[in-house]
């Protein structure tokens, strides 16, 4: 029988197809989604791997023979499965693995209104059914069978975006897109049209192998064939997107890449001008700019632990209007408080094309502070290496700590933050200081306790 506990995660159903799940699998997880969420009718829309399409058409079939009418978007970005999600009011599910390899797939999925199905809403219910199923075999079937029908939402989707963003008055821009060999390729062009926007596509064509890079642009490796080909056509700007297009890393006019933190600030200033006093959500690995840019336009800034069900609850919480992560993961109260990539990108393009200066110079105001970016160590022991750290720093004078998502030390010139990895036996660092040699000398402070 297959082991549920490895591939339902805090978040999502991820493994390795189909070693770890299957279509039979996929086909128990519709039947509970249709269970838990209680509905009458979902949408499900599927990435570029070459199981996708077999997995959630039996997902659908399961959920169909539950009673539940399903509407098939096929092809779409996570992004674009969230907007169906919302704009239709109906629980979906979008079979991705994200940046993972191409032998792995997955399912995110969320109820109506784009709104999170995680461990404690909803996830561990649909595990718990599909394990019963998978012992005692298929669930009874509702007497009335779901329809099952197929519905192109990509330019509603594309529509949407472009009308929460002014781009009448942008200057013409030459724009590198890498896609990644993923949903980028299929969602860009429809995006993009009719802006004056002279587009280079790279690995625009569909394909789950992944045959150019990992569709993962937080991965320096992975932007290097972007970085030059800006640099080759002297563009202004490049965009990378992973594999399920739901996040956006940028480059600048130099191919010098610009921090997720000085494009959460950039936003958080755009949003705030359309809704003056308004609350932006960062978790507390983005730079010391972004609540410091948030609160000189006037909003306020409210810190949260890392992980995307975490931002969402404080979206919904304090009616934010934006939040940002390290990650490159930027949720919209316009688009259900869900992150989108995509709406991040058109606010970069519409900030950059809306005056004469390049990239660069634009960003320099929320670019303020040195970064070691995350640094990965593996060890044994997480709770010992992360109490020995402590124990160092604790002691420290003016400096404070706190315990919100792992260890946080902050003190007037610089702050680290160790977490654990939920999936791995890691443990990452962030450092950030006022300047290089000191995120220099506190990462190899810290490094040197933890992997001791």
């Given at each position: 029988?297959?082991?549920?506990?490895?591939?339902?995660?805090?978040?999502?159903?991820?493994?390795?197809?189909?070693?770890?799940?299957?279509e039979?699998?996929?086909?128990?997880?519709?039947?509970?989604?249709a269970?838990?969420?209680e509905?009458r009718?979902?949408?499900?829309?599927?990435?570029?791997?070459?199981?996708?399409?077999?997995?959630?058409?039996?997902?659908?079939?399961?959920?169909?023979a539950?009673g539940?009418?399903?509407?098939?978007?096929?092809?779409?970005?996570?992004?674009?499965?969230?907007?169906?999600?919302?704009?239709?009011?109906?629980?979906?599910?979008?079979?991705?693995?994200?940046?993972?390899?191409?032998?792995?797939?997955?399912?995110?999925?969320?109820?109506?209104?784009?709104?999170?199905?995680?461990?404690?809403?909803?996830?561990?219910?649909?595990?718990?059914?599909?394990?019963?199923?998978?012992?005692?075999?298929a669930p009874?079937?509702?007497?009335?069978?779901?329809t099952?029908?197929e519905?192109?939402?990509?330019?509603?989707?594309?529509e949407?975006?472009?009308?929460?963003?002014?781009?009448?008055?942008?200057?013409?821009?030459?724009v590198?897109?890498?896609?990644?060999n993923?949903?980028?390729?299929h969602?860009v062009?429809?995006?993009?049209?009719?802006?004056?926007?002279?587009?280079?596509?790279?690995?625009?064509?569909?394909?789950?192998?992944?045959?150019?890079?990992?569709?993962?642009?937080?991965?320096?490796?992975?932007?290097?064939?972007?970085?030059?080909?800006?640099?080759?056509?002297?563009?202004?700007?490049?965009?990378?997107?992973?594999?399920?297009?739901?996040?956006?890393?940028?480059?600048?006019?130099?191919?010098?890449?610009?921090?997720?933190?000085?494009?959460?600030a950039?936003?958080?200033a755009?949003?705030?001008?359309?809704?003056?006093?308004?609350?932006?959500i960062?978790?507390?690995?983005t730079?010391?700019?972004?609540?410091?840019?948030?609160?000189?336009?006037g909003?306020?800034?409210?810190?949260?632990?890392?992980?995307?069900s975490?931002?969402?609850?404080?979206?919904?919480?304090?009616?934010?209007?934006?939040?940002?992560?390290?990650?490159?993961?930027?949720?919209?109260?316009?688009?259900?408080?869900?992150?989108?990539?995509?709406?991040?990108?058109?606010?970069?393009?519409?900030?950059?094309?809306?005056?004469?200066?390049?990239?660069?110079?634009?960003?320099?105001?929320?670019?303020?502070?040195?970064?070691?970016?995350?640094?990965?160590?593996?060890?044994?022991?997480?709770?010992?290496?992360?109490?020995?750290?402590?124990?160092?720093?604790?002691?420290?004078?003016?400096?404070?700590?706190?315990?919100?998502?792992?260890?946080?030390?902050?003190?007037p010139d610089?702050?680290?933050?160790?977490?654990?990895?939920?999936?791995?036996?890691?443990?990452?660092?962030?450092?950030?200081?006022?300047?290089?040699?000191t995120?220099?000398?506190?990462?190899?402070?810290?490094?040197?306790?933890?992997?001791?």
């Open positions: 029988m297959a082991d549920l506990s490895q591939i339902v995660k805090a978040y999502d159903v991820r493994g390795v197809v189909p070693e770890q799940w299957d039979k699998l996929a086909e128990l997880f519709g039947a509970a989604f269970q838990v969420t509905a009718a979902i949408v499900i829309g599927h990435d570029m791997r070459p199981s996708s399409p077999g997995l959630s058409q039996a997902f659908a079939r399961g959920a169909a539950q539940a009418d399903v509407t098939l978007i096929g092809l779409c970005s996570t992004d674009e499965l969230y907007f169906a999600s919302g704009q239709l009011g109906l629980p979906g599910a979008m079979f991705t693995a994200s940046h993972n390899p191409a032998q792995y797939n997955g399912i995110k999925m969320c109820r109506a209104g784009a709104a999170p199905v995680g461990q404690d809403t909803g996830l561990a219910e649909i595990r718990a059914l599909a394990e019963g199923w998978l012992e005692s075999g009874e079937p509702a007497a009335v069978p779901g099952v029908t519905r192109d939402v990509l330019a509603d989707y594309a949407h975006l472009r009308s929460l963003v002014d781009l009448g008055r942008i200057r013409p821009l030459k590198v897109v890498d896609a990644g993923g949903m980028g390729g969602t062009p429809t995006v993009l049209d009719g802006l004056p926007v002279d587009l280079v596509p790279m690995y625009f064509e569909l394909d789950g192998t992944f045959p150019n890079h990992e569709a993962n642009p937080l991965d320096p490796k992975n932007i290097v064939d972007l970085q030059a080909k800006v640099r080759e056509t002297s563009a202004d700007i490049g965009l990378a997107f992973d594999g399920d297009a739901d996040r956006c890393f940028v480059v600048d006019e130099r191919g010098e890449p610009v921090s997720p933190s000085a494009i959460t950039l936003v958080a755009r949003e705030l001008a359309k809704h003056p006093g308004g609350t932006i960062h978790n507390l690995i730079s010391w700019s972004v609540p410091e840019v948030v609160g000189e336009h909003g306020r800034a409210v810190r949260t632990r890392v992980g995307h975490f931002i969402k609850q404080e979206m919904a919480a304090h009616g934010a209007v934006f939040g940002g992560e390290h990650s490159a993961h930027y949720y919209f109260r316009d688009f259900w408080n869900a992150d989108t990539g995509m709406l991040a990108a058109l606010h970069v393009l519409a900030a950059l094309g809306g005056q004469p200066g390049p990239l660069s110079e634009l960003v320099r105001q929320y670019d303020r502070y040195a970064a070691s970016g995350e640094i990965n160590s593996t060890v044994a022991d997480q709770a010992g290496r992360s109490a020995a750290v402590r124990a160092v720093y604790e002691g420290l004078q003016g400096a404070e700590l706190d315990e919100l998502d792992g260890l946080t030390v902050t003190t610089w702050w680290f933050n160790l977490r654990a990895s939920n999936t791995e036996p890691l443990l990452r660092l962030n450092v950030e200081a006022r300047d290089a040699a995120v220099a000398r506190v990462r190899d402070e810290v490094l040197a306790i933890v992997r001791a």
